[in-house]
């Protein structure tokens, strides 16, 4: 089964800088599309930033220009690097994977456990 384990969270003071990590399994890597999200205590899920299986990026605005999201296909890795972190950036991070199983099927979502990040102020 596809499983994604999220690394490199943790405590960061304002303007640092953090890169997380989410390796996948069970799926072929380089057909995916793949996104990090990010719900904060009281709030909805958000999209973070996503990347296409041919490397196109999407950010939201919050963080563009900070964050930058990117793939190793061959490590089956997609990592997100965030500069300039802010408290507003606290949350628990999630990786996300979409499948693409054909017309009849569709795509389907696989989502890491999360891991949290905390910016203190």
């Known amino acids: 089964q596809v499983q994604l384990v999220e690394s490199g969270g943790g405590l960061v003071q304002t303007g640092g800088s953090l890169t997380l990590s989410c390796l996948v399994s069970g799926t072929i890597f380089d057909r995916n599309d793949l996104g990090w999200y990010r719900q904060a205590p009281g709030k909805q899920r958000e999209l973070v930033a996503a990347i296409t299986s041919s490397g196109v990026t999407n950010y939201a605005d919050s963080v563009k220009g900070r964050f930058t999201i990117s793939r190793d296909n061959a490590k089956d890795t997609v990592y997100l690097q965030m500069n300039s972190l802010k408290p507003g950036d606290t949350a628990v991070y999630y990786c996300?994977?979409?499948?693409?199983?054909?017309?009849?099927?569709?795509?389907?979502?696989?989502w890491g456990q999360g891991i949290q990040v905390t910016v203190s102020s």
């Open positions: 996300k994977v979409d499948e693409y199983q054909g017309l009849r099927i569709g795509t389907l979502e696989y």
